[in-house]
Nanobody
Framework: QVQLVESGGGLVQPGGSLRLSCAAS????????MGWYRQAPGKQRELVAT???????NSGDSVKGRITISRDNVKNAVYLQMNSQKPEDTVVYYC??????????????WGQGTQVTVSS
């Protein structure tokens, strides 16, 4: 029943900005972290940024200095502001929800993906 609804993807010019949004529904337990990953065809899924319930953020090396991640714990939503977009940012972005169950055991949920294209 958990659903992650993603929005904000699309076409942006090099150097431009866009904002990705993800809203989770059907959540009956607390969410420990939310974030965004991206994956190009034939490559491993790559961390973009995550943020915990306490507001601790982590980001991947490829986007450091160009992104800001935030969340709304009431709405179970996470937002990714991406600036200074580059052609290599053209990839599918996936929303992620992480829930700790017991000890080191975790449960993760993924969105269907939203395409970002950086082109003139």
């Amino acid at each position: 029943q958990v659903q992650l609804v993603e929005s904000g993807g699309g076409l942006v010019q090099p150097g431009g900005s866009l904002r990705l949004s993800c809203a989770a529904s059907g959540i009956f337990f607390s969410i420990n972290a939310m974030g965004w990953y991206r994956q190009a065809p034939g490559k491993q899924r790559e961390l973009v940024a995550t943020i915990t319930n306490g507001g601790v953020a982590n980001s991947g090396d490829s986007v450091k200095g160009r992104i800001t991640i935030s969340r709304d714990n009431v709405k179970n939503a996470v937002y990714l502001q991406m600036n200074s977009q580059k052609p290599e940012d053209t990839v599918v972005y996936y929303c992620n929800v992480l829930r700790k169950v017991l000890g080191d055991k975790v449960t993760e949920y993924w969105g269907q993906g939203t395409q970002v294209t950086v082109s003139s």
